[in-house]
């Protein structure tokens, strides 16, 4: 079994990858790290470079912390939630870890598209967490 983490190099994203490691570590489990984006004309090679490295130091921070880990970089033209949940039951996960941010009034009728698919279509449990200020 697994924890499938969804990460992206802001404060939701660290700490939904902070709270999977503590859980991972609680569990003793893997932890899987999936970054997705859709790719596409605004994706250039120095952004693909950016995550990349971005990645390399998240992968080696959790080798630091004795975790078995996978770090997944996925541009498939998918939406992150589709990665997500794909990856989550491919791997048999025990649950899913997403970071939340608020949002205004007006990007609430919106509700971040991403954790609400996730959280309504994942077949497995599905922990939100808010980053700290």
């Given at each position: 079994?697994?924890?499938?983490?969804?990460?992206?190099?802001?404060?939701e994203?660290?700490?939904?990858?902070?709270?999977?490691a503590e859980?991972?570590?609680?569990?003793?489990?893997?932890?899987?790290?999936?970054?997705?984006?859709r790719?596409?004309?605004d994706?250039d090679?120095?952004?693909?470079?950016?995550?990349?490295?971005?990645?390399?130091?998240?992968g080696?921070?959790?080798?630091?912390?004795?975790?078995?880990?996978?770090?997944?970089?996925?541009?498939?033209?998918n939406?992150?939630?589709?990665?997500?949940?794909?990856?989550?039951?491919?791997?048999?996960?025990?649950?899913?870890?997403?970071?939340?941010?608020?949002?205004?009034p007006?990007?609430?009728?919106?509700?971040?598209?991403?954790?609400?698919?996730?959280l309504?279509?994942?077949?497995?449990?599905v922990?939100?967490?808010?980053?700290?200020?």
């Amino acid at each position: 079994m697994a924890i499938v983490v969804g990460y992206l190099a802001t404060k939701e994203g660290r700490a939904a990858l902070r709270r999977a490691a503590e859980e991972c570590l609680l569990r003793n489990t893997k932890l899987i790290v999936v970054s997705s984006h859709r790719g596409g004309k605004d994706f250039d090679a120095e952004e693909a470079a950016r995550f990349e490295d971005e990645l390399l130091r998240v992968g080696e921070a959790l080798q630091e912390r004795g975790l078995e880990h996978e770090v997944r970089q996925l541009v498939r033209g998918n939406d992150p939630s589709e990665d997500l949940i794909a990856v989550a039951e491919e791997a048999g996960a025990d649950f899913i870890v997403i970071g939340l941010r608020r949002r205004s009034p007006v990007g609430k009728l919106i509700l971040g598209s991403n954790a609400q698919r996730i959280l309504l279509d994942a077949s497995c449990p599905v922990l939100a967490v808010k980053a700290t200020d």
